[in-house]
């Protein structure tokens, strides 16, 4: 990933481009191996850099060689080299970047290209070729990535677009989270959707498409698996995100597999160079051998984990890492270091949404000492609970109808919570979190999943299988993954089913008491009780979120940032606590015991 800033319509963009570098300089920790600039004839496009493919080609903004097209992208295009061949001969690529095929694929199929990208990605194109030039931007199926629209009454008929809301506050006075699926059109000024996929239209209120297809354990496994393989795309060293839970374990073991693959056929092509280089078996010389043992150790997947002290998270973590073999990274923190971070990480994440809040901190410090080993790149488990329904709250669906709406509504909504989480917490110091559970291809096949086999009971009323697998939350996954491949299972039976935690919680129920407890104690009852005089829009329900919400306005003052931002909260109307924490869910039992 990396920080792309764009303006169109300017009447004077070379003199105006001292002034929009200095805004996308804040930009800057996502993309700290490079930047680039290009300033058109009504248009500035600038662009930090992360490189992690084509690393030695790929500065952007990417330009064709006519000229005429210019583009700046955030994301990895997974399936570029599908892509490059597709397009023919005609057009000569001149770099290694995964992006650079947008700029092909848009002479050919205009903004239909959209439709054909496989990855996560914001981009902007600007077309030079047609008077008015044109630009086009868009944004990835679910929001992965992020990027920001702004407008601004001192620039009339400009538009504006960023990677995050710091590089826009102080020049637009009406901002939007860009819409994910959409692409944006100057040419007639349309936002229109270019992702549709056939369960969209399941939460629908007047005709909803409930599916009612039964669970195939097979290809759902085989399509996570296929997700996660191709986000091992990387020229630059990667690691997993491991918390010990489900989704971040089954991740990770499947990028163990993977990567387990891959070393062997790099050992096994060094064999076969070995022997032709000579008419018979070779005597090996020392560097032969110190080569081979690295060849057969690397690529050796790394994990990382975080937690305070004795935490269910890091207890579990250390457990699953010893078992599928990774190098793993373990990382304390203290409460006081996680509140000391808070200022940063709201800066960074730009919301006030206390769920976001909590579970972005120890992420955020965890990439720090990621991206100080020198890894930019990790595998992350973000989208199996809004997918399969695995928050705790959904034991209190009415019927599976609901049940499936509520997963729609979630997916849709992934880009304001842990979307926005996995992505500007990690890209705070330049570390990418790619997320296989959003792959389109995984979400086709589980969101068509009739919900009744999604569904889950709670206590005492909590069913088992055949098999005395209990039906708990994320049932169909972890029966997906319950099996042994090459005689081997996928993860130790205590860990692929143990019971979900909230990442704020999984990390160290004292993480959360500590924030409460220090908003208590900065937040006096007379402000608490005013706090409607303050704040007219998402008014704070708890002194904690008062606190976060004080700090926030500290860093962003301006109405049109508050407006950017979306509360996480567990659906009221099932009779469920306001916190989202999982503790306030009544059927949550603790994953592990210490002792």
Same mark, same amino acid.
């Given at each position: 990933m990396c920080g792309i800033l764009a303006v169109h319509g300017l009447e004077k963009p070379s003199a105006d481009r001292a002034h929009f570098l200095s805004l996308s300089k804040r930009l800057r920790h996502r993309g700290p191996d490079w930047s680039g600039c290009y300033v058109g004839k009504e248009s500035i496009l600038a662009h930090e850099r992360l490189a992690i493919v084509g690393v030695d080609s790929g500065a952007q903004p990417l330009v064709s060689e006519d000229g005429k097209v210019i583009l700046t992208v955030n994301g990895e295009i997974y399936n570029h080299v599908a892509l490059?061949?597709?397009?023919?001969?005609? *057009?000569?690529?001149?770099?290694?970047?995964?992006?650079?095929v947008i700029i092909p694929l848009y002479k050919k199929y205009d903004k239909e290209l959209c439709g054909m990208l496989d990855g996560m990605f914001s981009f902007v194109l600007l077309d030079e070729s047609v008077t008015p030039s044109r630009?086009? $931007?868009?944004?990835?199926?679910?929001?992965? @990535?992020?990027?920001? #629209?702004?407008? =601004? =009454?001192?620039?009339?008929?400009a538009v504006y677009f960023a990677s995050e809301l710091k590089a826009l506050i102080t020049e637009c006075d009406k901002i939007i989270s860009f819409p994910p699926g959409h692409v944006y059109d100057s040419r007639d000024q349309s936002t229109t959707r270019h992702f549709r996929p056939s369960w969209?239209?399941?939460?629908? !209120?007047?005709n909803p498409t409930i599916p009612t297809t039964s669970v195939d354990y097979t290809l759902l496994r085989e399509t996570l698996e296929a997700a996660v393989r191709k986000r091992l795309m990387s020229e630059v060293p990667y690691g997993v995100l491991l918390s010990g839970g489900l989704d971040s374990s089954l991740i990770a073991a499947i990028a163990a597999r993977? @990567?387990?693959?891959? $070393?062997? $056929? #790099?050992y096994e092509a060094r064999q076969r160079k070995l022997a032709e280089a000579s008419s018979g078996p070779p005597t090996p010389k020392w560097d032969d051998l110190a080569e081979q043992a690295a060849l057969a150790s690397w690529p050796q997947l790394h994990s990382f984990s975080i937690g305070?002290?004795? =935490? !269910?998270d890091l207890l579990a973590a250390r457990k699953a890492a010893h078992y599928l073999g990774t190098v793993h990274h373990e990382y304390v923190f203290t409460v006081q270091e996680g509140l000391d971070a808070i200022p940063d990480v709201i800066y960074h994440l730009e919301t006030y949404d206390v769920t976001t809040v909590r579970a972005s901190t120890p992420m955020y410090l965890l990439s720090r000492k990621i991206k100080a080993m020198g890894v930019k790149m990790v595998l992350s488990g973000e989208g199996s609970d809004e997918i399969l329904g695995g928050y705790l709250y959904f034991h209190a669906a009415p019927d599976s109808a609901s049940f499936h709406q509520e997963c729609i509504r979630r997916v849709k909504n992934l880009h304001t919570a842990d979307c926005l989480r996995a992505n500007k917490s990690t890209m705070a110091w330049g570390l990418e979190a790619r997320? !296989? *559970?959003?792959?389109? $291809?995984?979400?086709?096949?589980a969101m068509n999943v009739d919900a009744k086999e999604k569904m889950f009971s709670k206590g005492a009323e909590q069913k088992v299988d055949d098999d005395g697998c209990p039906k708990m939350e994320k049932y169909i996954l972890r029966k997906a993954f319950d099996c042994s491949p090459n005689g081997k299972p996928y993860l130790p039976k205590s860990i692929l089913w143990r019971q979900k935690e909230q990442?704020?919680?999984?990390?160290g129920y004292s993480w959360i008491d500590g924030i409460k407890d220090h908003a208590a104690a900065l937040v006096s009852d007379d402000a608490f009780n005013k706090r409607g005089e303050r704040w007219s829009l998402d008014t704070?329900?708890?002194?904690?979120?008062y606190f976060i919400r004080e700090i926030f306005d500290g860093l962003f003052p301006l109405e049109a940032a508050a407006k950017t931002a979306v509360r996480w909260i567990p659906r009221g109307d099932w009779g469920c606590a306001a916190d989202p924490s999982g503790r306030s869910v009544s059927i949550h039992n603790a994953a592990y015991e210490t002792s």
């Open positions: 490059r061949s597709s397009v023919g001969s005609d *057009f000569k690529f001149r770099s290694h970047s995964d992006c650079e630009i086009i $931007a868009a944004r990835d199926p679910i929001g992965i @990535t992020t990027l920001y #629209q702004g407008w =601004s =009454s001192k620039r009339p008929g969209w239209d399941g939460d629908a !209120p007047n993977e @990567t387990e693959k891959v $070393a062997q $056929a #790099q305070l002290e004795n =935490s !269910p997320v !296989p *559970f959003l792959d389109k $291809a995984f979400l086709e096949v990442f704020s919680d999984g990390v704070p329900d708890t002194k904690e979120a």
